[in-house]
């Protein structure tokens, strides 16, 4: 079965000790909400001066699975990334929650979010990532430079998606990814986020680091999550159904 692309948005909330729900409101694919056993992938940045703990879950406080682990760099403001995924059950969920679990929110009120979704129809349901994930940070900079992946299936789709903190955020830009969606939020401590994705075609995909997103400092910081997505596979007939038509 090909991948394809169900719909994104992008949107940021200031400094808030609320936990955030938010509606699914997808434009640029297939569908404005998610259907049954479609993956939903989003990336969730708060612009921070401490380690914060995010949490992206469904209405129900259901966490999303985790791709690769939730980065966070120490600099004049520190960045804090968590990218995450969930398969849509029989009845799809119509919202998502990002929250921070100490604090709420982003975990602050000085601590600007920023956040994408983009959702995928065809993904395998048993591995959906094809490889091991791969993430990036680094200190002095915002410049969001995504890992190389190289995935191992015919058909895969590669996701990335990277965030930074600074004091006045900027908009990332992409050429190589599909429907990139990138934006900031401002706050004492700004948040910034882009992601996007591309059909891979075989070796390594190392993606050039992001451009824009405003004038480079070294009080920033910067982190980003590079994904494979495994094509679902199509299962043959059985042999009975091919013999008897059944």
């Keep these: 079965m090909t991948i394809s692309y169900v719909g994104g948005q992008i949107a940021g909330f200031a400094g808030t000790t609320s936990p955030q729900t938010i509606n699914f409101a997808l434009t640029g694919g297939l569908a404005s909400v998610p259907a049954r056993e479609d993956l939903v992938v989003i990336g969730y940045c708060v612009g921070s001066t401490v380690d914060r703990s995010l949490a992206i879950r469904n209405a129900s406080a259901v966490d999303y699975t985790l791709a690769g682990s939730e980065l966070t760099v120490s600099d004049t403001f520190d960045v804090n990334l968590r990218v995450a995924w969930r398969f849509m059950p029989a009845t799809p969920e119509t919202q998502f929650v990002l929250t921070e679990t100490v604090g709420g929110g982003s975990g602050n009120a000085n601590d600007a979010g920023h956040w994408t979704v983009h959702v995928f129809r065809g993904v395998d349901l048993v591995t959906p ?118």
């Design 129 to 246: 990532m094809d490889v091991a994930v791969v993430t990036a940070s680094a200190a002095s900079s915002r410049i969001a430079n995504p890992g190389a992946i190289t995935p191992v299936t015919a058909g895969a789709w590669v996701y990335a998606c990277g965030g930074a903190a600074s004091a006045v955020g900027g908009t990332y830009t992409a050429p190589e990814l599909v429907d990139f969606r990138a934006g900031t939020t401002a706050d004492t401590d700004d948040a910034q986020i882009g992601a996007g994705f591309r059909p891979w075609t075989t070796g390594a995909l190392d993606l050039a680091a992001f451009t824009g997103g405003g004038t480079d400092t070294t009080n920033d910081s910067w982190a980003a999550v590079t994904v494979a997505l495994r094509p679902r596979k199509i299962m043959a007939p059985h042999a009975s159904h091919q013999l008897f038509g059944g």
